[in-house]
């Protein structure tokens, strides 16, 4: 399968964001947004604003770590292509969770599912075939810089295996060479990557090592 590289602003200099993405776009496939409301997760980033004035031509992945992904979605969709939500917002609601995924396609983007690191792939098998893609979360939803957690593997092992989910899968946290090799084995095809790629001394080198894992 294809490899995609999503680096993630988050670890970009939000003060000059637009040359962030330059150094950046010539060897990437898509622009990774974590868009975080301080209620979901302990963090703020980012509004659509913001997203708004990004100015590039890679599709932007807006992952919405937000407790009203519905409310907000379309705001969010009028710059972006792609959307992704947590799924556990949903817990014990399939009915809602299938609404929400609905509500959010009629907005013209692929539509992902986010799951973080403790959450079991049950919340999302009954959807499966309403997704355009799925994001498994590798370390605790809310920061960068956080170390890879290996456990989360065996839910992309699944999908690809046992449910012959044939979509992409991104793989999100803590991904370097290293841990990105075991992501790609497993059967994630979507890196999302912030640390590692803007914090190093090369971006280009950084970017093109995930990509040659191809
Ligand atoms: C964390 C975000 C990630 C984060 C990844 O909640 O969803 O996208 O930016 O950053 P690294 O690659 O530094 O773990
Ligand atoms: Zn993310």
Do not use: W
């Not at 084995?185 to 999302?192: E, K």
């Amino acid at each position: 399968m294809k490899i995609k590289i999503a680096p993630s602003i988050l670890s970009a200099d939000f003060g000059r964001l637009n040359d962030e993405i330059k150094t950046i776009e010539p060897y990437s496939d898509l622009l990774h947004v974590d868009v975080m409301d301080g209620h979901f997760v302990p963090n703020i980033t980012i509004g659509p604003a913001v997203v708004k004035s990004i100015k590039t031509k890679l599709p932007l992945d807006c992952h919405l770590m937000i407790t009203e992904p519905v409310k907000f979605a379309p705001e969010f969709a009028k710059y972006c292509q792609m959307i992704s939500f947590h799924a556990e917002l949903f817990e014990n609601d399939m009915a809602g969770l299938k609404d929400a995924i609905l509500k959010i396609k009629k907005e013209k983007v692929k539509v992902g599912l986010a799951l973080n690191h403790d959450k079991k792939l049950d919340l999302i098998l009954p959807v499966l075939e309403l997704c355009d893609y799925i994001l498994i979360m590798s370390v605790y939803a809310g920061f960068g810089g956080q170390k890879f957690i290996p456990e989360v593997l065996e839910k992309i092992k699944e999908l690809r295996t046992k449910h012959n989910f044939k979509k992409d899968i991104e793989i999100d946290g803590g991904i370097n060479l290293e841990t990105a090799k075991l992501a790609v084995i497993t059967g994630a095809n979507v890196l999302v990557s912030g640390n590692y790629i803007f914090n190093s001394k090369d971006r280009k080198k950084a970017v093109q090592s995930l990509k040659s894992l191809e």
